[in-house]
C-alpha cells in the first residue's frame, strides 16, 4: 500500500511511501483519501497527521500520469478535501515538499518542518503553474512577495525561511519529526476555528508586483508560464477564493495543452533519458574514482577541477611552468571567494575545497589517479604525446580523458597502449558553471568505463550526454553550420546586429555575433595579420578580439555594453567590394532558414550516423550547452514542432545537402522524438 494508518492515541498517522520520492500519484492520493476519511468517520480520532516514509516528504505531483486518463481524487480535489476535514490536519516536512507536495502541506491546517527541509513550487520550470491551489494558498500565508518569488521563479526556500514567511508553523528537531509532530497535533486538536488558508485574508500589493516582474524581465523573456503565475498570484490579492481558484484552473489547462510545457516537459524527461547508456546494463560495476588529475591549469582546467573539489574529490593538478601553475591556483581560489561573498559557501567551505587541491609541475605525481582529465591547446600532436606518457605513468584501470571539444578521441587513444581506458570529457566554459557534459565513447573505450564517467557526471552535478567520435562531436559540429551560414549572410547584406536580433528573439541568450565576441574573435585565429582572408581576420588583425579587448564584431564601453560599429561595417562593405558579392535585403525569415534549419539538419545527420543516442541527447545538449531556449525543447523537439516538410522546403530554397532522416521524416509525416 502507498499510505497507511497508525494509531498513536487519539491522533491518526497516514504515512505515505511510495518510493523514491512519494510522489502523488494516483495510489498516493486514494490513499490520503481514505485517511481523511478513516478520521472523519472515527470519533475517537481527535487530529490528523499526514508524514512520509523515506528520504523526503512529497517531492511533487507524478507528471508521467499527464498523459494518462485521470483518476480520481485529483489533486485539487485532495488538496480541498484536507482543508475542508473537520479535525486539524498536520503536514509532517522533511525533505522537500515540492509542487503539489507544497500543495498538500499549505492545504493541511498545520505545518511542522525539520530546519533542513525545502519548500518549493517548481512547476514554472515544467511551462506550468501549480495547479492545486498553490497560486492562491501562498500568497494568503505569505504575501504576495514571497509567493511570487516561490511560483514564477520556481526555486525551492528553507524551512526556516518558510516559517519566517508564515508558511511553516513550526521548526521541529532532526530525527524527532514525527514525535514533535504527534505531539503539535495533540497540542491544535480542540482550537477551533481551524486555521483554513482559503479563508486568511489577503490585500493587494501592486508595488511588489511591478518590482518583481523589473527585476526579472530578461529571465522572463519568452517564456508563458511566469506571466500566468504572476496573474494567478495578483488574482489571488484581488479577488475571493473560488474566483481565484477558477481562474487557477483556467491558466493551468491553458499552459498544460501549450506548446512551451510540452517542450519544457520534454526536457525533464529528455535529461533523465540522456544518463541511460544504450547496451550497458545499469548495475555494471564502475571503477573507484578516489582521486583526479587535471592536466592544465588555465580557465578550462582550473573549473575543471572545481567542480571534483566541491564535490569533496582530491585533485592533482598539473602545469608546466611555475607562474602558470600559480596563477590558476590562484584564480581557483578567487572564483571561490567570490561565491563565499555572495553568500553561497562559507569561508571554511572555501578553505576545505582548496585543501583538496595539490598543484604540481610534475607528470609523475598522477601515478595514483583514478582518473585524468587533460586540458590543453586544441594541438593533436599536443595531446598524442601527454597521453603516451600517461601511458607510462598512470596505474592499471586508470580512466585517461581528454577535454577535447573537436579532435578524433580514437587517434588520442591510439597513443597509449590502453585505448579500452580512454574517453572525451568535454566540458563546456566557464567548466565550473556550464551544466552540461559530452562524454565522448570512442571506438575501444570499455563499458565499465563510460559507465563510470557517467556516474561521476551526477556527483559533480553536470547533465552528461554520451556523444560518439566525429569533428565536433554533436554541439561543436551543429553549431559549425550557423557559424559558416551567419558569415555569408554578412557578405550578402545583413548586418551583425539584424542576425543576432533574430536569435535572441528566437529564445537565444545572444546571437552568433555576441558569442564570437564574448568567447574571443582571435579563437582559432591563424596569428599572422598580414593574412586577411575573410572578415574575422580583418578583425582579429585590428586587435577587434571581442569584449575583452573593447572592439569585435561590436565596440564596448567600460562596462562591456555594446554598440554598432562604424568600422566593423567599413570592413564588411569593403570584403563585399572585394569579392564582388551582390547585395540584397536579408530578411528574418531567410537568417532562421540559413543558421537554424541547418542545426536541425546537421542533428539529423548525426542522429543517421549513430553519433548520438537518441534526439532527445541533442536536445539535452543544446539547451544546457548552447543556450537554446527550453520553451522552445531543444533543435529537434522544435523540428517536430515546426514541421520537418517546412525546414526541407527552407533548406532546399538555399541550395543545402538535405539529411536524408530529415528528409524522410519530411516525406512521412514522422517526428524526431516519438
Known amino acids: 500500500m502507498s499510505v497507511h494508518t497508525e494509531r498513536h492515541g487519539d491522533i491518526l498517522v497516514a504515512m505515505a511511501d511510495n518510493p523514491p520520492v512519494n510522489a502523488l500519484s494516483a495510489s498516493v492520493r486514494l490513499g490520503l483519501k481514505a485517511a481523511i476519511e478513516e478520521a472523519a468517520a472515527d470519533d475517537s480520532v481527535r487530529a490528523i497527521v499526514i508524514a512520509c516514509a523515506g528520504r523526503t516528504f512529497f517531492a511533487g505531483a507524478d507528471i508521467t500520469e499527464f498523459t494518462k486518463p485521470p483518476v480520481e481524487p ?26 503539489g507536495g507544497c500543495e498538500v502541506a499549505i492545504g493541511s491546517h498545520y505545518r511542522i518542518a525539520v530546519p533542513s527541509a525545502k519548500l518549493g513550487t517548481p512547476e514554472v520550470k515544467l511551462g506550468l503553474l501549480p495547479g492545486a491551489g498553490g497560486t492562491q494558498r501562498l500568497p494568503r500565508l505569505a504575501g504576495v512577495a514571497v509567493a511570487l518569488e516561490l511560483v514564477a521563479k520556481g526555486e525551492p526556500i528553507s524551512a526556516s525561511k518558510a516559517k519566517d514567511a508564515g508558511i511553516v508553523d513550526r521548526l521541529a528537531t532532526e530525527g524527532n519529526l514525527l514525535e514533535e509532530a504527534i ?17 486568511k485574508s489577503i490585500s493587494p500589493d501592486p508595488e511588489a508586483v511591478a518590482a518583481f516582474e523589473k527585476a526579472n524581465a530578461r529571465r522572463f523573456r519568452g517564456y508563458e508560464a511566469p506571466a500566468a ?3 494567478c498570484v495578483v488574482k489571488a490579492s484581488e479577488t475571493p477564493f473560488a474566483e481565484g481558484i477558477a481562474f487557477e484552473r483556467q491558466q493551468f489547462m491553458k499552459l498544460m495543452f501549450s506548446v512551451q510545457s510540452a517542450a519544457q516537459r520534454h526536457i525533464f524527461f529528455a535529461e533523465r533519458k540522456a544518463s ?29 577541477a572545481m567542480n571534483f573539489l566541491s564535490a569533496g574529490v582530491p585533485v592533482t593538478i598539473v602545469e608546466m611552468q611555475q607562474d602558470a601553475l600559480d596563477r590558476g591556483v590562484g584564480i581557483i581560489r578567487k572564483n571561490y571567494e567570490a561565491t563565499a561573498a555572495k553568500g553561497r559557501m562559507k569561508p571554511e567551505q572555501v578553505e576545505q575545497a582548496m585543501g583538496l587541491l595539490t598543484p604540481t609541475l610534475s607528470m609523475d605525481d598522477l601515478a595514483e589517479v583514478d582518473l585524468v582529465i587533460e586540458a590543453v591547446y586544441e594541438e593533436m600532436s599536443v595531446k598524442q604525446d601527454i597521453f603516451g606518457k600517461l601511458d607510462a605513468i598512470c596505474k592499471p584501470g586508470a580512466i585517461l580523458a581528454s577535454n577535447t571539444s573537436y579532435l578524433d578521441v580514437n587517434v588520442i587513444a591510439a597513443a597509449t597502449k590502453r585505448p579500452q581506458d580512454v574517453l572525451g570529457l568535454h566540458f563546456f566554459s566557464p567548466a ?4 552540461l557534459l559530452e562524454i565522448v565513447r570512442g571506438d575501444a573505450t570499455a563499458d565499465d568505463v563510460l559507465a563510470t564517467a557517467m556516474a561521476l557526471s551526477k556527483k559533480i552535478r553536470k547533465v552528461a550526454v554520451v556523444a560518439g567520435v566525429c569533428h565536433g562531436f554533436i554541439g561543436n559540429r551543429m553549431l559549425e553550420p550557423r557559424q559558416v551560414e551567419a558569415m555569408k549572410l554578412l557578405m550578402e547584406g545583413a548586418t551583425p546586429e539584424q542576425v ?34 575573410n572578415i574575422r581576420d580583418a578583425l582579429a588583425a585590428e586587435g577587434r578580439w571581442g569584449q575583452k579587448k573593447g572592439a569585435g564584431f561590436y565596440d564596448y564601453d567600460d562596462k562591456r555594453q555594446a554598440s554598432n560599429s562604424a568600422r566593423v561595417a567599413e570592413i564588411i562593405d569593403d570584403f563585399r567590394t572585394k569579392t564582388d558579392t551582390p547585395q540584397r535585403e536579408i530578411t528574418d525569415e531567410e537568417i532562421v532558414e540559413r543558421t537554424l534549419y541547418p542545426i536541425v539538419n546537421e542533428g539529423a545527420k548525426i542522429l543517421s550516423e549513430g553519433k548520438a543516442q537518441r534526439a532527445s541527447d541533442i536536445d539535452v545538449v543544446w539547451i544546457y550547452g548552447y543556450g537554446w531556449p527550453p520553451y522552445r525543447g531543444g533543435p529537434m523537439f522544435w523540428a517536430d514542432i515546426e514541421g520537418a516538410k517546412k525546414i526541407v522546403a527552407g533548406l532546399e530554397k538555399h541550395g543545402f545537402d538535405v539529411a536524408p532522416l530529415l528528409r524522410e521524416k519530411a516525406e512521412t509525416g514522422g517526428r524526431f522524438n516519438k
Open 74 to 99: 485529483l489533486l485539487p480535489q485532495l488538496v480541498d478535501m484536507i482543508e475542508a476535514s473537520d479535525k486539524p490536519v498536520v503536514a509532517t516536512i522533511h525533505g522537500t515538499a515540492l509542487g
Open 183 to 199: 505531539a503539535f497535533a495533540c497540542e491544535v486538536a480542540d482550537i477551533r476555528p481551524l486555521p483554513r488558508t482559503s479563508e
Open 229 to 231: 503565475n504572476i496573474a
Open 276 to 304: 541511460k547508456i544504450d547496451g550497458i546494463a545499469d548495475d555494471i560495476a564502475l571503477r573507484p574514482i578516489q582521486r583526479i588529475g587535471v592536466i592544465g591549469a588555465g580557465t578550462m582546467g582550473g573549473g575543471i
Open 432 to 435: 565550473n558553471i556550464m551544466k
Open 500 to 533: 543576432d536580433r533574430v536569435h535572441v528573439e528566437f529564445g537565444m541568450p545572444m546571437g552568433p555575433f555576441q558569442m564570437a565576441d564574448l568567447a574571443g574573435v582571435d579563437i582559432g585565429w591563424h596569428r599572422d595579420p598580414s593574412r586577411i582572408e
